[in-house]
């Protein structure tokens, strides 16, 4: 599943955020990282978004290809639509290389992607996913 993912720039200047496109946004965001000049923030990834609607969205920001000024429109867009993650730390809110087990907990209790972020990983990101991981759930009935 390709997710929509904003990246930010941190180059003291204009910081522009990025709005791509990835499988595979942790990777993604690493080879940005290899390929940068600056500094870059991972801001988040939204799911069920169409990458080429957001840049018509906020195409009075359009710097160059997929480079956008941080509005505050573009801001609180990724504010209100996106999943958080931190991949320069050891600590991940969302870990994306298991964006699979976490659509998996998702289903198993009945809740959709930013419903599950911010009602569970938020607080219970250590519960569930040692449950999860201890119990082997998922291989029986739901939960809702």
Known sequence: MELVYFIQ??????NPIKIGKSGE???RFEQALNHSPYPLSFLGVAEDVDESVLHTQFKE???EGEWFT???????YIRENCI??????KRTTVHIERYDVVKEMCDYYNLNL???IDKVLKRYVLKYANEYISNQYFKGEKHG
């Not at 958080?84 to 730390?89: P, R, T, W």
């Open 9 to 14: 720039m941190l180059d003291d200047n204009l």
């Open 114 to 116: 930013k419903e599950f």
């Open 25 to 27: 946004p942790k990777i």
């Open 61 to 63: 920001q359009r710097l």
């Open 84 to 89: 958080e993650a931190d991949f320069s730390s």
């Open 70 to 76: 941080p509005s505050e429109e573009l801001l609180t």
